[in-house]
């Protein structure tokens, strides 16, 4: 207890103390790892937001840009009074000078007001003739013609929008009920143009019904807030066609307004999902003109001091003992020793159990960080998926976001799919990515994300095998840790399979209370890396169980202390572990596992030989060599870059703006 309040505070020692008795039940992973979202998000934000307008709506002014598409108006004008009250919406049709035939049509829709063009001038000054027919007092929802309201939509996108949150856009689906909008991103394969994320993806694929921060929606579906408009002004009528609706909300998020995808708000939007690709001198000139006010925005950010040395920030949850957490220190040290300006931050306090020599900043609350990450100009690291938050929208108009992914963090919530929707909606296509196995890789890649491959490094003048330590013949060593993916229950129950005279089973680690009272059980509670090497010294083989790990850095700690390694195959650790070369590999059940062990007490030819073989393998794991390739990645991400606007045909799956 002790233990737990000291380095998890009062609240995970009040709920493991709560959750106690079903530890040893099938209801355990229910509560392991606490207080998780349950049910449809979209669906829970939606009925919140219906009930929420009833009593706190605001006018709405809907601006509706046009040009000969009357019967589509009727359509989505008969749509929005029926999932809205004609009391609290005004709509407003912005001609763009159609023709007398086409407003006869427009003046047969009862309820809305005809703004008329006498000149076509394309979309942004359409919209903007209708936001100037907007009273200043309301908020305005553009929407594009082909649009077919469904029940909440206004109610959401209203819910959502806030002092700070000036834009909201909603989840768009084609009429086959699939995805046609989720938010704006930068397209991957051609990053002159933009994509609409989720694409093609059906409407209730989880991550696509996580709330976000995104860099822009589409203009055929834009809530704004009135201050918005009031901060900085109307669409820019420079851009004949698209990358419109990409300038407002940049311009918004420079003028310190957050810009939201709410999924809650669904909209039909019969665009065709075959429309044609090929790029008109319209779309031309308006890409020409976006990257000429926007290209050293996006692509030349400076994230150096006066020196020429890096500016880094890496954020971190808390700053509790793990394996993750300790190499993230090791890379801040080791930035830091290169010469680069280097700090940690963090909702917890400074670490009390590692030697972190840079500067830690500590914060209450997401917000507060990320209030305070927005205005500097650095290369901002997340290191777990709920810091990619702050880090993403820190870096909107400051700095570069990179992820620093440990392990696909889906795994830690096998039975909570909204956690794991919220876990894949956080690897954001924006990010750059590092991540620490190809295990990790291999999964990034299948979500369309690249990632180069650093590794954790080994402190080789910490763990290193003691020549005058002598090694027993009648000791496992395991790391205690009740997490489920480590399984300790199969380490346990495999040592208890062992033989008389049975191995000493000795743990290390901060939960002592697991194997409290049990003969032939020792706990080394919270050892410091000199504790650890001196025990894998002592250790007759280290034995590691996991069902899944992002790289297992304990085993190689091992391997480096010249200690035999029995383990599972648990993804990330495959890198560095060879069956029967360095390691012995077992199946994930008690008689194999059981099985290596006998192997090993048995046979001391084959601990020396193995021990020798790991201790080889961790020699290539020195931090210097990882730290090496750290700092080049972080220099290939400070590097300036500059887009050259392509004349080709518009690669599939990029339109800034559907019309």
């Given amino acids: 207890m002790y233990l737990t309040y000291k380095h998890h505070g009062i609240g995970v020692l009040s709920l493991r103390l709560m959750t106690f008795p079903l530890r040893y039940t099938p209801l355990e992973p229910l509560v392991r790892f606490g207080r998780l979202p349950q049910g449809d998000p979209a669906e829970v934000m939606r009925a919140a937001a219906v009930a929420w307008y009833r009593r706190h709506w605001r006018p709405v002014t809907i601006v509706i840009p046009s040009y000969r598409d009357a019967e589509r108006i009727e359509t989505l004008v008969a749509s929005i009074r029926e999932t809205t009250s004609e009391k609290r919406v005004r709509i407003v049709v912005a001609d763009d000078a159609s023709g007398p035939e086409h407003l006869t049509a427009l003046r047969r829709i009862p309820g809305i007001q005809i703004i008329e063009g006498k000149s076509n001038a394309g979309f942004a000054a359409n919209v903007n003739r209708g936001l100037r027919a907007a009273p200043p007092s309301d908020d305005v929802v553009i929407l594009n013609s082909d649009m077919i309201a469904r029940p909440g939509w206004l109610a959401s996108l209203q819910y959502v929008s806030s002092e700070d949150v000036g834009i909201v856009g909603g989840k768009l689906l084609y009429p086959d009920d699939r995805i046609q909008f989720g938010g704006t991103i930068r397209n991957l394969g051609a990053p002159e143009w933009f994509d609409h994320r989720y694409r093609f993806k059906r409407t209730d694929w989880g991550p696509a019904n996580v709330m ?153 609350k997401y917000e507060e960080l990320t209030q305070a990450l927005t205005p500097i100009e650095a290369i901002k690291v997340a290191t777990w998926w709920g810091t990619v938050g702050a880090v993403w929208e820190g870096s ?116 002592p209370h697991l194997t409290d009272g049990i003969p032939q059980v020792r706990y080394f509670a919270l050892p410091t890396d000199a504790e650890i090497n001196r025990l894998l010294a002592q250790a007759t083989a280290f034995v590691q169980t996991s069902t899944h790990e992002g790289f297992c850095l304990p085993a190689l700690e091992a391997m480096a202390a010249g200690c035999p390694v029995v383990s599972t195959d648990a993804d990330g650790n495959m890198d560095f572990c060879v069956d029967e070369q360095n390691c012995l590999i077992s199946r994930s059940d008690v008689l194999s596992v059981s099985g290596s062990l006998r192997r090993l007490l048995a046979d001391q030819p084959l601990r020396e030989r193995l021990g020798r073989a790991g201790v080889q393998t961790a020699s290539d794991y020195a931090w210097s060599r990882r730290i090496d390739a750290l700092e080049r990645f972080l220099n290939d991400a400070a590097a300036r870059r500059r887009i050259a606007p392509s004349t080709e045909a518009i690669p599939a799956l990029r339109r800034s703006r559907v019309r």
């Fill in 396 to 511: 909107v108009v400051n700095g570069i976001p990179v992820y620093f992914v440990q392990d696909i963090e889906t795994s830690y919530y096998p039975m909570h799919p909204v956690a794991q929707d919220q876990v894949l909606a956080s690897y954001r296509p924006e990010l750059r990515y590092i991540t620490t196995s190809s295990w990790n890789r291999d999964q990034l890649r299948e979500l369309g994300l690249e990632a180069a491959l650093i590794s954790p490094g080994i402190d080789l003048e910490t763990f290193r095998p003691l020549p005058d330590v002598e090694r027993r013949g009648d000791v496992i060593l395991a790391l205690g840790r009740s997490n489920p993916l480590k399984n300790f229950p199969l380490t346990f129950a495999a040592w208890q399979l062992l033989p008389d005279p049975r191995p000493e089973l000795w743990l290390f680690g901060s939960e």
């Fill in 212 to 364: 976000q921060p995104v860099l822009a929606v589409t203009g055929a579906c834009m809530y704004l807030r009135r201050e918005v408009r009031e901060a900085i002004g109307p669409f820019d009528e420079s851009y004949p066609m698209a990358y419109e609706d990409v300038d407002f909300c940049l311009r918004a998020w420079q003028a310190g307004f957050i810009t939201v995808y709410c999924p809650a708000a669904e909209l039909y939007h019969l665009e065709s999902v075959t429309r044609g690709t090929e790029v008109g001198e319209r779309e031309r000139t308006s890409q020409r003109q976006f990257w000429h006010r926007w290209g050293e925005f996006f692509d030349a950010r400076n994230v150096r001091n006066g020196a020429g040395a890096l500016r880094v920030i890496y954020v971190i949850q808390d700053s509790g003992v793990g394996g993750g957490h300790r190499v993230v220190f090791e890379h801040v040290n080791g930035l830091l020793d290169r010469g680069h300006e280097v700090e940690l931050w963090t909702l917890g306090s400074p670490p009390d159990w590692f030697d972190v020599r840079v500067p830690v900043r500590s914060f209450k």
